[in-house]
């Protein structure tokens, strides 16, 4: 039923709030007829300390406050007039008995309103243990630790310690493959701690293990090496196939190790039961008591996921007792702050009692976010003190709980739904235009939208005002409510990267048609302005990812954000910065401040310093200056004079971030001398910005910490639909809405599901076997909170909402096509039967084309118009692959590409992949297979190591033996079993063939190679290179901007090695190209090639070796002397697998044709 406002405010309440129902304009209305006495218990008038307000964050309190104090005020004024424009006021005047009297209540609480109960919940929960301690049976001592996170650190640094020191070996190594830092267990078991009803599968039951197993895992492995059992299964029918055969030396290492590892797969690849399947046809498999022996514990390894559930449990038990104690000293954390008071009110019914007397009134807002343990609070009150006339109204709206990662809980939503007497609902749509309403409804008006049930269902909103179809307009036509920006069918499947890529360049095309000043968009016949348009994303990788397209097209955006300062990179990188000036004459403490990216120093600058005695000697001054400025003048002077003396203002402004670097970078020395004033002590104030990065909570976010805008000009906003909730905008583009058809990664330690008992009541799991029926709840849980992300994202807008739809692979599987129909599988299947006045469908180009410009109404095509590349003149300057790359472009190739990364930032290391948010931690890896495509790390960091490593190398030494692979392990933060995986990796490269005549890396010898030979030949003229590499067939697709070449071309070759009197371009590279080994194949490789440009590079490298041949060996010809070129794909090259390796000896013609090309 709609809401009444002429309701009984007694009992429980819960109103369901659309988006844009005017939610908190109720609120204040309630508090009004509150404080007028106005259907209250007994017609008692509350006071502004007897009505509690509850929301979600702390600006949202203080916006609350806002709002309620100005309604209260515009109530006293109308009162005292006797009449009012505010339908709800003038109501209120017209039911009252005595205006006079009215007018002195609403002034009493204008006068206390000071003292007006609105809080947070750990702000309400704050002010009992420190106001009404003793009514609620309390400690009178206890207060909140500021710093939380540093004390549930301390915690899991206390429990970290006791699980390696006092717990069985095996459990030891189980608690570090799974929690390998602190740090890692603290994040594990965060969302737990504060958990009710909180259980575990498998539930941990072990009266059945044996310790004998523990014992039979040591005699086994202690059997293979004493009686080589390597050996009897190289000699044996195995087929050369199967993982029995790949594996024999993984085994072997494994046997040689002191871990269990229960769950590697090992165990179970030679019992007596596998080992027959193993077996070529018609051979007899090996025998021998030790596969026996290997059946017997493999048929017993499943009782190790219960002693790891016990695990689990013990684990979070002892955090629990750890901050209980912290508890009895008085010293709680917020989590511990909410279990207190729910402890207190629900165990104790005097407590309870207490605070319903002197909160009679309890209005909680944003009630969809909450939990169950805050949910419990207000209930238990609110039951103790009901017979009293109790009011707790509940306001939300739970297609709208987004916020599940910081412990949401919709279920407690659900449970408090059918334990309220009253049910309300807000359908009146405020916001939006009538269009845009009704293009919304017809979408979203489905069953089985929001949940499987149907618990949740879409109200369909009501507008508040009259149809106005010619209110949006482009180019002179009227606009539907919701565009599609959707691929034509005929297009490539893409990848994620290049489609987010093409829809973003789509919609950078679309915003410069709209900003025209003639013909573009206009709302109510009015121009639109930038900003008047937000672009909304998942994450920040995406915004970011918007911000570098628009500013490519010349269209200015600012990326709004919650977020931190403190808690941004540059903090840390300011903090290297102070300690470089706290130590002027600490050589390499000055080397690591300036060789920080805040500092913006180039290669050659930092190569000086290295080299120069002198210039560092000159930097040490200067920053001995510095330290002066600091101690005279404090911490924010002499971040000032740093950006003066190194002129990171004009270093900066010129880089997309620049502005944003800047601005932190003030915001933090306004922060900095804050402290300093609590903090005299220069190092500690450097260890607080150390220590705040890696502790603080960010729950919690102080509003002088919230990241500031970096301007204040007219210019398009992106955000996140999480940071956009509670806002509007009069357009909204969603540019990639076709999100959540990607499942969760298998391979992920332990889950969280909820499931409903019997009695209807929802129970939360942990899963820690992957059990399927919990992994299902899970990954529909998961998909209902996407379809509830995209309602927030989809009801921001008051006029117009774009939508872009890709053409990745799983888009029936995506948030767009459940909302378009569950069986969609293309965008354009089901959009066609979109109405035309409701719905634009944008068939977009290939933006890598350009096209003419025209438009048309309807479901008609648009074709926008492309920005043309400049080409480049260039006069003499040094090239380099690297260089020439930038200028290239690809069209992609017919059929799904594969799931290449952006370039890295480092130079020379361009082909190396970022680092994905979701990757598992190295120590999760089972096999080497899981460990290279899964959990080895990425980015351009990881390739710039392994690099070091083959660099530094001797193929022919075991690596046992050489230092330098411990080397790299540590600097990868590898730990076991994953370093021993890591050097089953780097032999199996070692021992692969490279080309037919037989060379192996570890068949060089060290007089035979030559490592990162750096060369330079000149260039001259008119370039014709990519033309004559396209005849030679290189290069395919490419088109690029360069017309002239001059200077000097330089570059590295990895390693160019003799073998057999022939020479070899090798190239090591480190790019994540799947995860399966046929991404590797001959023809993954040379797509990889193909889309990187590699043939260019190896075109110039060949020419570099004839160059260099010309002169070392002037009597032999290069067509002897030439081997080929070898480019390594480190992350295919696993065990015996042909795969990984790309070889190309490339005709003598072709090359000499391209050197001609470089220097006619």
């Known amino acids: 039923m709609s809401f009444d406002h002429n309701i009984a405010l007694t009992g429980q309440h819960l109103i369901e709030a659309s988006a844009g129902t005017g939610k908190t304009h109720l609120l204040t209305t309630l508090y009004l007829r509150l404080v007028l006495g106005r259907g209250t218990y007994e017609a008692r008038r509350f006071r502004p300390q007897e009505i509690l307000v509850v929301t979600f964050t702390i600006a949202a309190t203080q916006a609350l406050k806002d709002r309620i104090r100005k309604r209260l005020q515009r109530a006293y004024t109308d009162f005292c007039v006797g009449s009012s424009d505010d339908s709800e006021i003038n109501g209120l005047i017209s039911d009252s008995e005595d205006l006079a009297i009215d007018a002195k209540y609403l002034r009493r609480a204008l006068l206390w309103f000071d003292e007006a109960s609105i809080y947070t919940i750990h702000g309400f929960c704050t002010r009992v243990i420190q106001d009404r301690s ?56 965060s969302p737990l701690l504060s958990m ?75 019992t007596s039961s596998a080992l027959p399947q193993a077996i070529k046809k018609d051979a007899s498999p090996p025998e021998h008591p030790l596969f026996d022996l290997l059946q017997t514990i493999s048929d017993r390894l499943g009782i190790f996921e219960e002693v790891n ?42 407590a309870a009692q207490s605070l319903g007397k002197h909160f009679p009134v309890m209005m909680i807002d944003e009630f969809q976010d909450t ?21 707790l109204v509940l306001i939300g709206d739970p297609k709208q709980a987004i916020y599940r990662f910081r412990g949401a809980d919709i279920h407690a939503y659900l449970n408090a739904r059918g334990e309220s007497q009253h049910h309300h609902s807000l359908t009146k749509n405020w916001r939006s235009s009538s269009e845009l309403i009704d293009a919304t409804n017809r979408l979203f008006d489905q069953n089985h939208l929001f949940t499987q049930n149907d618990s949740i269902r879409f109200l369909p909103s009501e507008s508040q005002s009259e149809p106005n179809p010619e209110g949006l307009s482009l180019a002179s036509e009227v606009l539907p409510p919701i565009s599609f920006l959707v691929p034509d069918p005929e297009f490539t499947v893409l990848n994620k990267d290049q489609d987010q890529h093409r829809l973003a360049t789509l919609l950078a095309l679309q915003v410069q048609h ?106 040490q001054t200067i920053f001995g200056d510095l330290d002066g400025v600091w101690r005279r003048q404090g911490v924010a002077a002499a971040i000032v004079r740093l950006m003066t003396t190194y002129d990171l203002s004009q270093r900066w402004l010129s880089d997309i971030e620049g502005a944003r670097v800047l601005t932190d970078l003030r915001h933090l020395a306004e922060l900095l001398q804050q402290q300093s004033l609590l903090m005299p002590d220069r190092g500690q104030l450097i260890r607080w910005l150390i220590q705040d990065y890696a502790t603080a909570d960010r729950s919690n976010l102080d509003d002088a910490q919230q990241l500031r805008l970096e301007t204040d000009d007219n210019l398009i906003t992106l955000m996140t639909f999480h940071g956009a909730k509670g806002l509007e905008f009069d357009v909204v583009c969603l540019p990639f809405a076709h999100f959540g058809h990607n499942k969760r990664a298998s391979g992920s330690t332990a889950s969280l599901a909820i499931q409903a008992n019997e009695q209807g009541e929802y129970e939360s799991f942990v899963n820690l076997n992957q059990d399927p029926t919990l992994n299902a709840l899970t990954e529909q849980s998961d998909r209902e909170e996407n379809m509830r ?120 290391f361009d082909d190396d992949d970022p680092e994905p948010g979701n990757d598992h931690a190295p120590q999760q890896a089972a096999n080497l297979e899981r460990f290279v495509f899964h959990a080895f790390p990425r980015g351009p960091i990881v390739g710039l190591q392994m690099h070091t490593l083959f660099e530094q190398l001797n193929f022919q030494q075991p690596l046992a033996e050489q230092p330098i692979v411990g080397l790299i392990s540590d600097r990868l933060e590898l730990i076991q079993p994953a370093r021993g995986l890591f050097y089953d990796w780097v032999n199996a490269i070692l021992q692969r063939p490279l080309t037919d005549t037989g060379l192996c890396l570890n068949g060089l010898d060290q007089a035979a190679r030559a490592d990162e030979i750096e060369f330079h030949f000149p260039l001259g003229g008119q370039s014709q290179v990519l033309k004559t590499a ?96 070898i480019y390594l794909f480190l992350r295919g090259m696993i065990g015996n697998h042909n795969q990984g390796v790309f070889f190309d000896r490339v005709d003598v013609k072709a090359i000499e044709a391209i050197e001609l090309a470089l220097n006619p």
């Open 1030 to 1125: 396209q005849a030679h067939g290189y290069l395919p697709k490419t088109q690029a901007s360069i017309v002239h070449l001059e200077g000097m071309m330089t570059g590295s070759i990895d390693l160019l090695c003799r073998w057999q009197g022939k020479y070899y371009v090798i190239d090591y590279k480190t790019n994540h190209l799947g995860d399966q080994l046929e991404d590797y194949s001959p023809a993954g490789l040379k797509q990889a090639i193909a889309h990187h440009h590699y043939d260019l590079q190896y075109l110039i490298y060949t020419v570099a070796l004839k160059k260099m041949l010309a002169i070392a060996s002037p009597s032999e010809s290069f067509e002897d002397l030439f081997g080929g070129v």
């Open 514 to 619: 709209w900003l025209k000043q003639d013909n573009g968009l206009q709302i109510n016949h009015k121009p639109v302005q930038a900003a008047q348009i937000a672009v909304l994303t998942r994450d920040r990788n995406e915004a970011a990812l918007i911000k570098t397209v628009f500013q490519a097209h010349g269209i200015d955006s600012v990326l709004l954000s919650q977020d931190r300062v403190l808690d941004q990179p540059i903090s840390q990188e300011l903090a290297t910065i102070l300690q470089g000036v706290l130590t002027p004459n600490d050589a390499p403490a000055v080397l690591s401040a300036l060789a920080t990216p805040l500092m913006r120093l180039k290669l050659e600058e930092l190569q000086a310093l290295q080299d120069s005695e002198e210039v560092l000697e000159a930097a």
């Open 371 to 391: 939990d169950r343990t805050q949910y419990a609070i207000f209930r238990s009150v609110h039951t103790a003190a009901q017979s009293s006339g109790h009011l």
């Open 196 to 270: 009710l009803d909180l259980h575990f599968h498998p539930t941990g039951t072990i009266a059945a293990f044996d310790p004998a197993l523990i014992d039979d895992m040591l005699t086994a492995k202690r059997r293979w090496i004493e009686e080589e059992i390597d050996q009897l299964l190289k000699a044996s029918a195995l087929k050369r196939n199967v993982k029995a055969w790949h594996r024999i030396e993984a085994m072997t290492q494994f046997c040689q190790g002191s871990t269990f590892e229960p769950d590697n797969i090992l165990w179970q690849l030679w």
């Open 134 to 189: 003793f009514d609620a049976g309390l400690l009178l001592d206890q207060s909140v630790d500021t710093q939380e996170n540093a004390m549930l650190l301390e915690a899991a640094e206390d429990v970290f310690r006791r699980l390696h020191q006092s717990r069985p070996p095996l459990e030891t190594e189980m608690a570090l493959k799974q929690w390998p830092t602190p740090k890692a267990l603290l994040q594990a078991f």
């Open 309 to 350: 559930s016990l695990l689990w449990q013990d684990t979070l038990r002892q955090l629990r007792l750890h901050l209980e104690a912290n508890q009895a000293l008085g010293k709680l954390t917020m989590d511990n702050l909410l279990q207190v008071v729910h402890h207190a009110v629900r165990d104790q019914a005097v």
């Open 789 to 908: 992300l995209l309602y927030v994202a989809m009801t921001r807008a008051k006029y117009h909402t774009v939508l872009g739809l890709g053409t990745t692979k799983g888009f029936h599987q995506s948030v767009t096509a459940r909302l378009l129909g569950y069986h969609v599988t293309s965008p354009t299947e089901r959009l066609s039967t979109l109405a035309a006045d409701l719905y634009r469908i944008t068939h977009t180009i290939n933006p890598t084309e350009n096209q003419s410009s025209s438009s048309a109404q309807g479901g008609a095509t648009i074709l926008l118009p492309m920005i043309e590349k400049p080409t480049t003149q260039t006069d003499w300057r040094i090239h380099s692959y690297s260089r020439l790359q930038q200028n290239l472009s690809t069209t992609a190739p017919q059929g799904e590409a594969a799931d290449y990364a952006q370039p890295s930032s480092i130079p020379g």
